[in-house]
């Protein structure tokens, strides 16, 4: 099955101590994005690529950085995890079409605890 | 800018009742898409229905519909014959054509009653 799949499911990290967290997928969409999601509360879009052109929000922290060094893969990297950080990271996938061609799928996320 | 607003929190509903959740959205945009994606506890997001501004009928899914009112800025999903496994957080979601980023809105939590 056709499918976004990111690792690990739960990481657990030190205060300060970088991490890196990974998504996959293999519905072959141009589009990739990284969410964080805090407790009760809307996914925030922390960046996207295109294809290979990145895409960061204003608002994004220069902590957190990402890479797509094909269509399949992208990472999250947090340089230096802060207690705020913690949260659960979700990857998702869309093409670039207009009406429901244009949905973004989903990956089950990665629930991060910062110690 | 645009603007998703959901003003139910959570709501209970008995299992195989219908149950509604409502969505009013702002926007100038004459042309938009809206979304709606279910999060169970386990925090997948998961893509239920989509509504185009200029679609002439509701969207229907299986027991997901749309109440799709484009006067009053407002789609709200409707869960017909609600089962357990429907309890979950729900978002409502807009995007304008050609710009794939979504707006959310804060999420309504539902739980199903056996």
């Known amino acids: 099955d056709a499918m976004v799949i990111q690792n690990p499911r739960y990481q657990v990290t030190q205060f300060g101590k970088p991490v890196t967290l990974s998504c996959s997928q293999t519905?072959?969409?141009?589009?990739m994005y990284w969410y964080q999601q805090k407790s009760s509360q809307a996914p925030k879009l922390l960046f996207h690529y295109y294809d290979k052109d990145f895409n960061n929000e204003a608002d994004t922290p220069d902590n957190f950085q990402s890479r797509r060094p094909n269509t399949s893969f992208c990472f999250l990297d947090i340089r230096s995890p802060g207690l705020g950080d913690a949260a659960m990271y979700l990857c998702a996938t869309s093409r670039l079409g207009s009406g429901a061609l244009g949905a973004q799928y989903f990956g089950p996320g990665t629930r991060l605890t910062v110690l | 800018a645009q603007k998703i607003t959901q003003t139910q929190p959570g709501m209970f509903v008995q299992e195989k009742e219908a149950v509604t959740l409502d969505c009013t959205y702002d926007t100038s945009d004459p042309s938009y898409g809206l979304f709606w994606y279910k999060q169970p506890s386990s925090g997948e997001m998961i893509f239920l229905i989509y509504q185009g501004s200029y679609d002439q009928q509701n969207a229907t899914e299986g027991r997901y519909s749309l109440n799709f009112q484009k006067a009053r800025k407002s789609a709200n999903l409707v869960i017909s014959a609600s089962q357990l496994g429907d309890s979950a957080m729900y978002f409502c979601?807009?995007?304008?054509?050609?710009?794939?980023?979504?707006?959310f809105g804060a999420g309504t939590t539902v739980t199903v009653r056996a």
């Open positions: 979601a807009m995007n304008r054509p050609g710009d794939y980023k979504l707006s």
């Open positions: 519905l072959n969409h141009n589009v």
